[in-house]
């Protein structure tokens, strides 16, 4: 019986990778959804030690003040990238304009602006512009100090001023394991993952059922020698199947195009993924079983597929949702595969935080099998 699934499972896997829709919604729609909803959601919550790039326009004579301002940005880990020309200066996300004669209108008591200006808004524009009046105001104290110690404030005084000690030192440390919320395409990778290996599951998997009974063809192995569990297990092989290519594709890609790491626990986001994956071929081989037309299957999985990750928390992070749609979160397939890839990748939570999801979801595959075997129709 084995092997006759395991043929089964075979023949299944080379006709779906050769349908065009297959090739479709396993390669290439996946990295459109990893840019896009990573980009959309990578503008809040978001930690990170990388320099961001800030682009400055300076006019004539500005001075060493404004040597010092760009010390005190640098400071605030930005990589300050000096344009001379308005048309380069405007392809940057994030810019500064500086006027001409910076420091001898302070030093004269005149009022200068600078100007601040990004791509986009929101959250992200708000973190920018703390960080630059952070930077402007830590000049200015600067400055006060500059005329307290020096006749006049001068480049030598910034400079002596800088070389000082510190009397005050601020550690930094992380006080236990993360618990910042996962964002941009930490969240995005795993969620669309598990939002199209579900898609793929009750549309193709379920509908290629549904026009192999229509065509006769599953009529024709109810006459071979293979008996009807082995044909079942078969048709769950070959979506199982399909379901770790779009695991293997999707873990690559993420991590070759969007760095996306993994959290050291790499081997139990493998055995969490897989027994989703089991659990979602489960379930497209039950619809597959019940739908009657190709319509029908699609329509079902579609919808379904949408509205499960929306509430599993595969389009945005579950944790800034309500508190009831999170307890909703726990009853839902999606939602145990996202809360299981948040606490190991995200919040590098051990390998047994995970063990409870995983056995759900095996339960869940194994119950499901059974009622498809006996649900499952030849004709």
Same mark, same amino acid.
């Given at each position: 019986?084995?092997?006759?699934?395991?043929?089964?499972?075979?023949?299944?896997?080379?006709?779906?990778?050769?349908?065009?829709?297959?090739?479709?919604?396993?390669?290439?729609?996946?990295?459109?959804?990893?840019?896009?909803?990573?980009?959309?959601?990578?503008?809040?919550?978001?930690?990170?030690?990388?320099?961001?790039?800030?682009?400055?326009?300076?006019?004539?004579?500005?001075?060493? +003040?404004?040597?010092?301002?760009?010390?005190?940005?640098?400071?605030?880990?930005?990589?300050?990238?000096?344009?001379?020309?308005?048309?380069?200066?405007? %392809?940057?996300?994030?810019?500064?304009?500086?006027?001409?004669?910076?420091?001898?209108?302070?030093?004269?008591?005149?009022?200068?602006?600078?100007?601040?200006?990004?791509?986009?808004?929101?959250?992200?524009?708000?973190?920018?512009?703390?960080?630059?009046?952070?930077?402007?105001?830590?000049?200015?104290?600067?400055?006060?100090? %500059?005329?307290? %110690?020096?006749?006049?404030?001068?480049?030598?005084?910034?400079?002596?001023?800088?070389?000082?000690?510190?009397?005050?030192?601020?550690?930094?440390?992380?006080?236990?394991?993360?618990?910042?919320?996962?964002?941009?395409?930490?969240?995005?990778?795993?969620?669309?993952?598990?939002?199209?290996?579900?898609?793929?599951?009750?549309?193709?998997?379920?509908?290629?059922?549904?026009?192999?009974?229509?065509?006769?063809?599953?009529?024709?192995?109810?006459?071979?020698?293979?008996?009807?569990?082995?044909?079942?297990?078969?048709?769950?092989?070959?979506? +199982?199947?399909?379901?770790?290519?779009?695991?293997?594709?999707?873990?690559?890609?993420?991590?070759?195009?969007?760095?996306?790491?993994?959290?050291?626990?790499?081997?139990?986001?493998?055995?969490?993924?897989?027994?989703?994956?089991?659990?979602?071929?489960?379930?497209? +081989?039950?619809?597959?079983?019940?739908?009657?037309?190709?319509?029908?299957?699609?329509?079902?999985?579609?919808?379904?597929?949408?509205?499960?990750?929306?509430?599993?928390?595969?389009?945005?992070?579950?944790?800034?949702?309500?508190?009831?749609?999170?307890?909703?979160?726990?009853?839902?397939?999606?939602?145990?595969?996202?809360?299981?890839?948040?606490?190991?990748?995200?919040?590098?939570?051990?390998?047994?935080?995970?063990?409870?999801?995983?056995?759900?979801?095996?339960?869940?595959?194994?119950?499901?099998?059974?009622?498809?075997?006996?649900?499952?129709?030849?004709?």
């Amino acid at each position: 019986m084995l092997r006759d699934a395991l043929f089964i499972a075979g023949k299944d896997i080379k006709y779906m990778l050769r349908a065009k829709e297959t090739i479709v919604w396993v390669f290439v729609m996946p990295i459109v959804f990893f840019f896009f909803i990573g980009t959309i959601t990578g503008g809040y919550g978001r930690s990170t030690m990388s320099k961001e790039k800030l682009a400055v326009r300076a006019g004539e004579n500005t001075g060493f +003040l404004f040597d010092q301002l760009v010390r005190r940005l640098e400071e605030r880990r930005y990589e300050i990238i000096r344009v001379e020309s308005d048309s380069l200066f405007a %392809t940057y996300g994030r810019r500064l304009a500086v006027p001409a004669g910076m420091t001898d209108s302070v030093l004269a008591g005149r009022q200068v602006t600078l100007r601040f200006a990004r791509s986009e808004s929101g959250a992200g524009f708000d973190y920018d512009s703390i960080r630059i009046n952070r930077a402007i105001y830590t000049v200015l104290a600067d400055l006060i100090v %500059t005329r307290e %110690t020096a006749d006049k404030p001068a480049r030598e005084a910034f400079e002596r001023l800088n070389a000082m000690p510190r009397a005050l030192k601020l550690e930094v440390a992380v006080a236990g394991k993360r618990k910042t919320i996962p964002t941009g395409f930490e969240h995005a990778i795993p969620g669309i993952m598990v939002m199209f290996i579900l898609l793929v599951m009750t549309t193709s998997g379920a509908v290629l059922l549904v026009i192999e009974r229509r065509q006769g063809l599953l009529r024709r192995l109810a006459y071979t020698p293979i008996d009807r569990l082995g044909v079942v297990l078969g048709k769950w092989g070959g979506k +199982l199947a399909l379901g770790i290519v779009q695991i293997t594709f999707a873990m690559i890609s993420g991590t070759i195009l969007f760095k996306m790491h993994w959290g050291s626990n790499l081997l139990m986001v493998l055995v969490v993924m897989l027994t989703y994956t089991g659990l979602m071929a489960s379930v497209g +081989l039950l619809l597959g079983s019940l739908a009657r037309t190709e319509g029908q299957a699609a329509a079902i999985g579609v919808i379904s597929s949408n509205v499960l990750a929306a509430l599993g928390g595969c389009w945005w992070p579950i944790e800034v949702t309500p508190g009831w749609m999170q307890k909703l979160q726990l009853f839902l397939p999606t939602g145990w595969a996202m809360d299981a890839l948040h606490k190991l990748v995200s919040f590098e939570a051990s390998p047994a935080a995970a063990l409870p999801h995983v056995v759900v979801m095996g339960v869940g595959a194994f119950t499901i099998l059974v009622l498809s075997t006996r649900v499952f129709r030849f004709d």
